[in-house]
């Protein structure tokens, strides 16, 4: 594997109890923070910290956090929950589309009304399509994937996959997105990868695009 793989989890939690000691680590910031990014998980969380460095922005200095909330059902509980999130500080979000109603559900107990599409994007809060994998793929391209995947020592690994009876002769993203999914840790750590590569095409996803762009 290439040694700049484990890089990728710097500073990230671990294991069986990776989320909710994430969560805790970023509401122990949150009282002192301009923005709060509410994120369904993890590889969320990197991959938007990766977008910020590559735009040169450094998001503790300027005291925005990312906050994974385990889950995009948990959203509604961190929208309405008593203290910092609800004193003032600016709150954005990500999620992707099959948990957008979740989202929406969850914008419309915190203001009383519910938002269409653009009534969320108007409140920071972007929805992914699929997912957030689905776009990261579709902005860096198949060809350039799999050269991430050989750098890293997975290219053999996807083969096997792509060679399954299961999986033999999907589409390319299809067989990329169940790839990056079945490993422990495999969707954690190409998150930024996938950031860094798709930044390089000037391609960044529009969702994480406009979130950083509204925080």
């Known amino acids: 594997m290439d040694?700049?793989?484990?890089?990728?989890?710097?500073g990230h939690a671990g294991g069986p109890d990776a989320t909710p000691v994430a969560t805790a680590?970023?509401?122990a910031k949150v009282g002192d923070a301009a923005a709060v990014v509410l994120v369904e998980g993890i590889?969320?969380?990197i991959a938007l910290e990766a977008a910020a460095v590559c735009r040169g922005r450094d998001l503790e200095a300027e005291r925005i956090v990312i906050l994974p909330i385990g889950g995009a059902h948990a959203i509604g509980r961190f929208l309405t929950m008593p203290g910092p999130l609800s004193a003032g500080v600016r709150i954005a979000g990500l999620c992707d589309l099959r948990e957008e109603e979740l989202f929406?559900?969850?914008?419309a107990a915190r203001t009383g009304a519910t938002p269409t599409r653009a009534d969320m994007e108007n409140l920071g809060f972007h929805v992914c399509v699929d997912d957030l994998e689905d776009e990261l793929l579709r902005a860096v391209g198949t060809a350039r994937v799999e050269s991430l995947f050989d750098a890293q020592g997975d290219l053999g690994s996807f083969r096997s996959l792509q060679s399954q009876p299961a999986w033999r002769g999907r589409q390319p993203e299809a067989q990329m997105r169940r790839f990056l999914g079945s490993g422990a840790r495999r969707k954690l750590r190409y998150a930024r990868l996938l950031v860094e590569a798709a930044v390089e095409r000037g391609a960044l996803?529009?969702?994480l695009d406009a979130l950083l762009t509204a925080v």
């Not at 040694?3 to 710097?10: K, P």
């Not at 929406?104 to 914008?107: A, D, E, L, N, P």
């Open 3 to 10: 040694v700049t793989a484990g890089r990728q989890l710097d």
């Open 25 to 27: 680590r970023a509401l």
């Open 43 to 45: 590889s969320d969380q």
């Open 104 to 107: 929406r559900r969850g914008v």
């Open 205 to 207: 996803p529009r969702p």
